[in-house]
């Protein structure tokens, strides 16, 4: 039997880490069912809070935890360890949450030591990268939170397109559901590809889904304090059909071209150029998802004139067509 051992601090997401613990207790029952004189299950779950007391997690579900005077003997016979997320938008709530999580960091350094795998999904890859365990390793977080994850953690090499990313021991997962796919993973690596598999099918998880770059949307409300990047910003989104040129904005705001991307780089962490890419994407994928336009008409209204150009960016930045990204979230024809 493989222990699995949820580290979680107050105000964790219950919901989380309940649909992780699912996966695991699916398995069991499919072995009991196609194993009935197995002697014991595949998998046993549990949590272990900073101080041995219950988790409040968000909306107040009150969850078991192991007392704190067995928790290290329960450690010392896991076979992998997973910091669980909490609702973190922005580094005030990280900090706080960092405050109640900051104990479980030596278990884990500690649990590291064993090269048995660890892991993280959503904002619990922060309380991972705090570890220091990431350092010059490739992982991936929630999509939400990637900025404030390269500002706070530049030595480790984020791939924030990735829906899950394995480096070594370490297994780290992006946004939310993400959760259920680390899930498969710690499944493949612990009890096998075979039932893996089926429990992919059970659980209706896609194995194949590897991306995360198809869900990412610009920020509605710009997380920082520049009022020059603001307004520009603003007359972006109402002029996305206009020629613009670098030039033409640095005019406009009567401001120099090396201070301007300066300030861009510095206020959002990209050029003006790179911005506007992505709010043009960002327009057309709400287009695809909202509209029947033709995807030429589409094209004209974000500001490009080459289909075939366009294309191309879009994969790169969704990693999906313009036809399969309106397949996809396109709800129109839903019955």
């Not at 595949?42 to 988790?55: D, R, T, Y």
């Not at 365990?133 to 999509?143: E, F, G, R």
């Not at 509605?220 to 009022?227: I, L, S, T």
Request: charged share 20%; hydrophobic share 45%; net charge neutral.
């Amino acid at each position: 039997m493989k222990r699995i051992v949820v580290l979680a601090a107050d105000n964790a997401v219950a919901g989380g880490i309940l649909s992780f613990m699912d996966v695991f207790s699916f398995c069991n029952t499919y072995w009991k069912v196609t194993h009935p004189n197995a002697d014991e299950v595949l998998f046993e779950c549990a949590i272990i809070s900073p101080n041995g007391k219950p988790i409040n997690s968000d909306y107040h579900v009150v969850l078991p935890v192991i007392p704190h005077d067995e928790a290290e003997h329960y450690l010392s016979h896991a076979d992998a360890v997973v910091v669980a997320s909490a609702t973190i938008t922005n580094r005030q709530e990280f900090n706080a949450y960092m405050q109640d999580f900051k104990p479980h960091l030596d278990t884990l350094r500690k649990f590291a030591t064993t090269g048995k795998p660890v892991a993280a999904y959503c904002s619990g890859t922060l309380m991972l990268a705090a570890s220091g365990l990431l350092d010059d390793k490739k992982a991936t977080c929630v999509w939400w939170l990637a900025e404030l994850f390269k500002r706070s953690f530049p030595q480790v090499k984020l791939c924030s397109e990735h829906l899950v990313m394995n480096d070594g021991e370490f297994y780290t997962a992006g946004a939310t559901s993400a959760n259920l796919s680390l899930a498969l993973q710690l499944v493949h690596k612990l009890a096998g590809e075979q039932i893996a598999t089926q429990m992919a099918k059970v659980l209706l998880i896609d194995p194949n889904r590897t991306s995360q770059q198809a869900f990412v949307t610009l920020a509605a409300d710009p997380k920082h304090k520049d009022e020059l990047v603001k307004r520009i910003q603003d007359w972006m989104q109402l002029h996305l059909q206009s020629h613009m040129q670098l030039d033409d904005i640095a005019d406009k705001f009567a401001v120099g071209k090396r201070t301007l991307i300066r300030r861009f780089k510095k206020a959002i962490n990209e050029t003006p150029a790179s911005y506007i890419q992505r709010l043009r994407i960002d327009e057309a994928k709400r287009l695809l998802e909202t509209t029947e336009l033709a995807v030429e008409q589409i094209v004209a209204l974000v500001g490009y004139e080459d289909v075939s150009s366009f294309r191309k960016l879009f994969m790169q930045i969704t990693s999906l067509t313009p036809r399969a990204y309106r397949q996809k979230f396109n709800t129109h024809d839903c019955c």
